[in-house]
Structures are given as C-alpha cells and as structure tokens.
T-cell receptor
C-alpha cells in the first residue's frame, strides 16, 4: 500500500467554483502534513501546512482528520491561476523523510 | 537570497555515460534529498543525507550515487547502470527545526537519454 494516495483527477472546474481534494495516508504515526502546488515542468512549491485544527489561507482551507487518516484541501472562488497539480505530502514517522502523493491535476476553465 | 540551485536545467546523456547533477544550497539546511519525478508516478526518493559525510539510499537508489562532502552540496551521479534515466530530477533540503515548513526544492534538472 502506498504511503500517500490521491485521486489524480483531472478536475476541470469553471472560474469561481469551489473544488476539494482529498488525500489519505497509511501510517497513523505520521507527523506533519502539507499541500504543495506544482506548475507544469516546474518544481513543487509549498502551498500550506496542514494543522490538526484546520487552517485557512485566503481562498484555501486545509483540514486534517487523524482518525480517518486523510487530509483535504478546499479552494474557493477558483481562479485561472489556480490551474496546477496539487501534491499531498506527509512527513514520515521516523527521520526527515517526506512522502508524496502522485498529485491531483486541476484546470480552471474561463 | 537563500535557496537551492540545481544545474544544469537540461541535460542530455548518451547511452553508457555517467552524468552528474549539481545541487547547492545556502539555507544552512542539514538534510538534503534527491527525488525523481516521472509522469503519473509522483516523486520517488533516490538518496538522502541528514548530515555531512553520511547518506542513505531511498526507494530507487540503484544506478545512482551521491556524495556529501560539504553541507552546501549534494551532487547526484546517474550512472550507466541506471537503465531508464530520462526523468525530471529534483533536489530538496530541510532543517530539523523547519520540518513543519516542509522542503525547499530546487528548480530541477530535466535529463534525457539520446
């Protein structure tokens, strides 16, 4: 079983829509959780960390459900510039290793 | 400005050649990593180093080698033993205190076998 699993999509949504991505992780002892954004042919960049109590950054809301071992990312009022691949990342329970999901592709359509 | 620099951006390798990808960081991070990204497969860990003069194999180390002689530098050599080296290679770094902030990535090297 993979450490981190995501629905690869693609998600095609109109501008202004709300879209949500989910991600599950296999190890209940995982410590830290992140969403990264990756544009085509570029490196991943940290979008936001995910905290146990949930956290919000502008139009983006991240939530963690430890009991069910999943994290989510909600994007409200989608913009064309939100089109990218969103990677779910989980820090392993030992050492400094991070585990990456395969990414969920989002295209926001005018 | 602090960051990670990978070079070259594009690299072409002939069959049977070894090539070395450079990764330099000035973030004073202890840990450095090499990942490979293929379409539809996400990032896979090749090697990582948590301290100078020490490194560990990741999930797909076969056909690759690394060194960590300086804190700032973590070069990756793709040897002729790596049968399918065409991929996007990403170097990353992190510090123990900053793990809640995730990795910082370099801009990547796109390697193609010709």
């Amino acid at each position: 079983r993979k450490e981190v699993e995501q629905d690869p999509g693609p998600f095609n949504v109109p501008e202004g829509a709300t879209v949500a991505f989910n991600c599950t992780y296999s190890n209940s002892a995982s410590q830290s959780f992140f969403w990264y954004r990756q544009d085509c042919r570029k490196e991943p960049k940290l979008l936001m960390s995910v905290y146990s109590s949930g956290n919000e950054d502008g139009r983006f809301t991240a939530q963690l459900n430890r009991a069910s071992q999943y994290i989510s990312l909600l994007i409200r009022d989608s913009k064309l510039s939100d089109s990218a691949t969103y990677l779910c990342v989980v820090k392993g329970y030992t050492g400094n290793q991070f585990y990456f999901g395969t990414g969920t592709s989002l295209t926001v359509i005018p | 400005d602090g960051g990670i620099t990978q070079s070259p951006k594009y690299l072409f390798r002939k069959e049977g050649q070894n090539v070395t990808l450079s990764c330099e960081q000035n973030l004073n991070h202890d840990a450095m990593y090499w990942y490979r990204q293929d379409p539809g497969q996400g990032l896979r860990l090749i090697y990582y180093s948590q301290i100078v003069n020490d490194f560990q194999k990741g999930d797909i180390a076969e056909g690759y080698s690394v060194s960590r002689e300086k804190k700032e530098s973590f070069p990756l050599t793709v040897t002729s033993a790596q049968k399918n080296p065409t991929a996007f290679y990403l170097c990353a770094s992190s510090s123990p205190e900053g793990l809640s902030y995730g990795y910082t990535f370099g801009s990547g090297t796109r390697l193609t076998v010709v």
